[in-house]
């Protein structure tokens, strides 16, 4: 269910919360642990009866918001890894700023290209096609599939693997499925593994 409003820079999302979602929220949470355990169930119960739900609010156009924060700031540091590219960000977000206002810093990159391998791949370890479209992240084959993938690549590569995942929201989903199912156990067996 998705909800809009008359602004067009604002969606309100109402997801349902499914129940490992719900008992990984509650794990999150800082309480004693039969209490997150409580937490847990009563939250797993509720998403699978289809009564559980969050609701997320997404800015798609940060401009209008971000120039009463620059009105009222002396400065505004912005650090990212991930903002390139630069120059459509700084139209959108500064497109009031002098020019002569505005510093921009930004490094190289710090990994030799020759240190570094793209790949895409189709199909995972057993032959199942690692079809990662929205409407199949959520299949648990699709998972174990990614899960034993990963494995195998932390098996052949001498030092770190850097995975980057869409949304953290998928990426606590991968990691709650394979915590349970022991692929992060395995994975953590054979790299160290930082999140």
């Known amino acids: 269910l998705s909800l809009s409003f008359s602004d067009e820079d604002v969606r309100v999302i109402i997801q349902p919360t499914t129940a490992a979602a719900a008992a990984a929220a509650a794990a999150a949470e800082d309480k004693p642990p039969a209490a997150a355990n409580a937490i847990a169930a009563d939250q797993a119960s509720a998403a699978s009866a289809g009564r559980g739900s969050h609701m997320r609010y997404i800015l798609l156009n940060a401009a209008r918001h971000f120039g009463r924060l620059l009105a009222s700031a002396r400065s505004v540091v912005l650090v990212s890894g991930t903002l390139a590219p630069i120059d459509g960000l700084k139209a959108q977000l500064f497109p009031d700023l002098p020019a002569d206002r505005l510093l921009h810093f930004e490094c190289g990159h710090v990994v030799p290209a020759d240190q570094l391998l793209a790949v895409s791949i189709g199909r995972g370890p057993s032959g199942r096609t690692l079809n990662l ?9 699709v998972i174990d599939e990614l899960g034993q993938l990963l494995l195998n690549i932390a098996a052949v590569v001498p030092e770190g693997v850097v995975v980057f995942a869409p949304s953290f929201g998928y990426l606590e989903q991968l990691v709650n499925r394979w915590s349970s199912s022991g692929v992060m156990m395995r ?3 054979r790299k160290q593994v930082f999140r």
């Open 133 to 141: 479209r929205h409407e199949n992240r959520n299949d648990a084959a």
């Open 187 to 189: 994975l953590k067996q």
